[in-house]
């Protein structure tokens, strides 16, 4: 009975490793799954690096080359965006939102290095962000009166400093009678709106499909009657 036991739990390991290898992402995918992970990077062979609640973590685990590469290639396969010789370096969206954004040599000196941050479903108001201490009352009522009065706003700040959370918030102060266009290199605004179309520019393919820039992106959306 012992034996037996073993040996099912054994096949049903080998089935959930198998299921993860043909439709998930393989080894990544318990990460991909962990809502406390914001971003997950992968440097070398061998291990993955990830941050949480909890920090930098640093895990060990049976990783290589041609695994990276293979994984890479699957998360690529969503927004149908190429990573070759010709174009060493790629920016995309992953199904979940989440994006990813991959070097490899010879821009990288030896392996191919991975950045996937986590897409957030969570969409904070400036009431929020009054609550969690990072605007003033003040500060939240400024703003506000900016977006409903068309005031041009600009969000800068270093990466993780929480630009489009802070951009979410302000987006979310709009009305149903406005039009919103968003023009993005990936999609990552998250709006609950019922006027908005969202766009993301294009990078060019060996196969003949050409660049879509910012630039472009914001030339279309200006003919398309955005408020």
Request: net charge negative; hydrophobic share 35%.
């Amino acid at each position: 009975l012992s034996e037996r036991s073993e040996q099912a739990v054994s096949e049903d390991q080998l089935t959930h490793q198998l299921e993860l290898e043909l439709l998930g992402f393989g080894v990544l995918q318990r990460y991909l799954d962990d809502p406390d992970i914001e971003e997950i990077w992968i440097n070398r062979p061998g291990e993955i690096i990830y941050f949480s609640s909890q920090g930098k973590q640093v895990v060990s685990l049976e990783l290589t080359d041609s695994t990276i590469q293979n994984l890479v290639r699957r998360l690529l396969r969503h927004s149908r965006r190429k990573l070759d010789r010709l174009t060493p370096y790629v920016d995309a969206d992953l199904p979940d939102g989440s994006r990813l954004h991959v070097v490899i040599p010879d821009i990288t000196r030896q392996h191919w290095a991975v950045n996937i941050r986590k897409f957030s479903h969570a969409r904070l108001t400036l009431a929020d962000l009054v609550s969690r201490g990072s605007l003033t009352q003040h500060q939240a009522d400024n703003l506000s009166s900016h977006v409903k009065t068309g005031k041009s706003i600009l969000v800068s700040g270093a990466t993780q400093a929480g630009k489009t959370t802070m951009l979410t918030a302000l987006l979310g102060e709009l009305t149903p009678e406005d039009r919103v266009v968003s023009c993005e290199d990936t999609f990552e605004i998250s709006l609950d709106h019922s006027d908005w179309i969202a766009m993301q520019t294009r990078p060019a393919s060996p196969e003949g499909d050409f660049e879509i820039s910012l630039r472009e992106l914001v030339k279309q959306a200006l003919r398309m009657r955005p408020s």
